[in-house]
């Protein structure tokens, strides 16, 4: 592939102009960062503690154990495939870059409109539930706040605040948020032992190991209504696995920050791998906790949202040790959250700086004192904002993030199992050999079964988006965009065209040799 001679540059700053890109973002997050940053937004401490009702209410505590560990099972796979092709193409906003490569520049604008909503739906559902665990934890325990008249406009003010903050940090460079998601990464995990270690000792009732793995159908009434109409045992099944997979999600994040990340073609896909393991293997040990320290499993069942706040508030804890607790998972939700609007904006800059986005020549835009994309902050926030709005219960916009994640993870694998060893010959140094193509096929029907899943009631709303989006997005396509924009470029011609650009970038934003 023909490339300008850069021989004083980084190795990283070489790959990125070889595929037509200006290193305008400041590298300087570690492989340890890299983890981080997905590690904070998949973050155990929020879906795993937010969802937990959805997992009493459809199967029990098999739901919340053995479902667990499926899904979690599952979302490696889909870590691995992606981390593949992110180690050949370490770009941020990944997931659209691959997709145009592998499956044409339709199939790539399509997932990047995916993604996106996704990625606002991973916001704007994590500070859903910041308020949610506020409330729930801090306020009345820690405050004694009476909150029970708090709605629609509480909360919405207390998105708005959480979101603004969330964008100033972000605002003030990639330094500043890497230290926050470094320090998030460290704080799961301590979270994540004190709270475990207190649901055993002072929840536990005898230990007994039966509860995980004892299905119970619990969907309508004896769920509480949480999934409001009784259904059979396997979909009750399909539809709590929305537990694990709202959870670990998120991990594109690795990708998207790829432009930032040191040594990028084995730390993004390590990034991504790690980030879903140790998320699996503690948020399934804390999940034990939760069904071992329920007194009754039933009775949990039938508190549906209050599900996981009933039994925490009720445990016999040290009240300075809940309190502490309380402050820690919230902070854990708010730093998971900032992490994804900073997946969110390097999404939105990367589409733009092809021309996806409508007014693109602003969102592209990187600050040359901050070295961040600032417009595209902003409207990332605004835009998480604004799904709050139009759906404010949190399980839509929780299931709805899984399912419009997990889709737009799926459309690059899909793209690279028919493009493997055809079109995609270039590889990086992480490959799954004789697993790719089984792991393709795993990832692509399993997001089938979620897509099931994710359109069943409670999120029948999510039907809405979704036929909304495709006819959308198939009407822009033909009507505009086929025309229009040019994707990505591809192929040693257009690399070449932008020798001017990419120099032009680079001086904009001080980047020195």
């Known amino acids: 592939m023909t490339t300008p001679d850069h021989s004083d540059k980084s190795e990283d700053t070489k790959i990125l102009h070889s595929m037509g890109y200006a290193q305008e973002l400041a590298r300087r997050m570690s492989g340890f960062s890299n983890f981080a940053i997905s590690f904070s937004i998949i973050c155990i401490l929020a879906g795993g503690i937010t969802s937990f009702p959805l997992a009493m209410a459809t199967g029990s505590g098999f739901e919340a154990t053995i479902g667990w560990v499926i899904g979690g099972v599952f979302a490696l796979v889909v870590a691995a495939s992606l981390g593949q092709i992110g180690s050949a193409y370490p770009t941020a906003g990944g997931l659209y870059h691959w997709s145009s490569i592998l499956?044409?520049?339709?199939?790539?604008?399509?997932?990047?409109?995916?993604?996106?909503?996704?990625?606002?739906?991973?916001?704007?559902s994590v500070n859903v539930g910041v308020y949610l665990l506020f409330q729930g934890l801090v306020a009345g325990p820690i405050f004694g706040w009476d909150t029970s008249a708090w709605g629609f406009w509480q909360q919405t003010a207390a998105v708005v605040l959480i979101t603004v903050t969330q964008g100033l940090f972000n605002h003030l460079g990639i330094k500043t948020t890497t230290m926050l998601t470094d320090f998030s990464g460290y704080l799961i995990l301590v979270v994540a032992v004190v709270l475990t270690l207190t649901f055993l000792i002072w929840g536990a009732h005898g230990f007994d190991l039966a509860r995980l793995t004892t299905f119970v159908n619990t969907t309508g009434d004896l769920g509480g209504g949480y999934v409001p109409t009784a259904r059979t045992a396997l979909v009750a099944f399909l539809i709590g696995l929305l537990y694990p997979l709202y959870t670990i999600t998120g991990f594109d994040a690795s990708a998207h920050t790829a432009e930032e990340t040191h040594n990028a073609r084995v730390a993004v896909p390590r990034g991504m791998i790690h980030a879903v393991l140790w998320s699996l293997v503690f948020g399934f040990v804390m999940a034990v906790s939760f069904v071992l320290a329920s007194p009754d499993l039933v009775a949990t069942a039938k508190d549906g949202g209050n599900a996981w706040f009933n039994l925490f508030n009720n445990l016999p804890a040290p009240t300075w040790l809940k309190a502490l607790l309380g402050i820690a998972i919230v902070l854990s939700n708010y730093l998971c959250a900032l992490a994804g609007l900073t997946s969110t904006s390097r999404m939105i800059f990367a589409f733009s700086r092809d021309g996806g986005l409508p007014g693109s020549s602003l969102w592209k835009q990187v600050s040359p004192t901050w070295r961040t994309p600032v417009p595209a902050i902003w409207l990332g926030v605004v835009l998480s904002i604004a799904a709050t709005l139009y759906s404010p219960a949190f399980a839509a916009l929780a299931a709805g993030c899984a399912l419009f994640l997990y889709v737009s993870y799926a459309m690059p694998i899909a793209a690279g199992?028919?493009?493997?060893?055809?079109?995609?010959?270039?590889?990086?140094?992480?490959?799954?050999?004789?697993?790719?193509?089984?792991?393709?096929?795993?990832?692509?029907?399993?997001?089938?079964?979620?897509?099931?899943a994710g359109i069943q009631p409670p999120f029948d709303i999510l039907i809405n988006y979704a036929i909304g989006l495709i006819v959308l997005l198939v009407v822009l396509w033909f009507a505009v965009e086929n025309r229009r924009f040019q994707g990505p470029p591809i192929g040693e011609t257009a690399i070449a065209k932008r020798r001017a650009i990419i120099a032009a970038a680079e001086k904009a934003v001080g980047e020195s040799a």
């Open 103 to 124: 499956g044409g520049r339709g199939w790539g604008w399509a997932t990047a409109w995916i993604n996106l909503l996704g990625l606002i739906f991973v916001v704007a």
């Open 417 to 452: 199992l028919l493009a493997e060893g055809k079109s995609w010959t270039e590889f990086g140094p992480f490959r799954l050999g004789i697993w790719s193509k089984p792991f393709a096929v795993i990832t692509v029907l399993g997001v089938l079964v979620l897509m099931y």
